[in-house]
Nanobody, 123 residues
Framework: QLQLVESGGGLVQPGGSLRLSCAAS????????IGWFRQAPGKEREGVSC????????NYADFVKGRFAISRDNAQNTVYLQMNSLKPEDTAIYYC????????????????WGQGTQVTVSS
């Protein structure tokens, strides 16, 4: 059974940085793209970023372009989301998700979700 576990969330001041990790185990197919979503209180879940199974394709939502960077270490089955220049509006629970491709991620076609990690940006 595919399992995803996020870590790395926390409290950070505006302008600060965090790196989220998504550790995957129990793959039932050869490869997955991994996407990040976030959900703030009272708001709908939104896609943040996605990386292809090989790591050669990365997609970003417009509101994080130039600030966030996604990467993956397939030897460690881990995907990272480096978040820089954080803003209070980045406060949310961040979830990673396994998806067949980043195109599927954009369509919301998700095979498995992690439990989420809280990111709070506040002074």
């Amino acid at each position: 059974q595919l399992q995803l576990v996020e870590s790395g969330g926390g409290l950070v001041q505006p302008g600060g940085s965090l790196r989220l990790s998504c550790a995957a185990s129990g793959f039932t197919r050869d490869s997955y793209a991994i996407g990040w979503f976030r959900q703030a209180p009272g708001k709908e879940r939104e896609g943040v970023s996605c990386i292809s199974s090989s790591g050669d394709i990365a997609n970003y939502a417009d509101f994080v372009k130039g600030r966030f960077a996604i990467s993956r270490d397939n030897a460690q089955n881990t995907v990272y989301l480096q978040m820089n220049s954080l803003k209070p509006e980045d406060t949310a629970i961040y979830y990673c998700a396994a998806t067949p491709s980043c195109r599927s991620w954009r369509l919301g076609q998700i095979d498995s979700w992690g439990q989420g990690t809280q990111v709070t940006v506040s002074s």
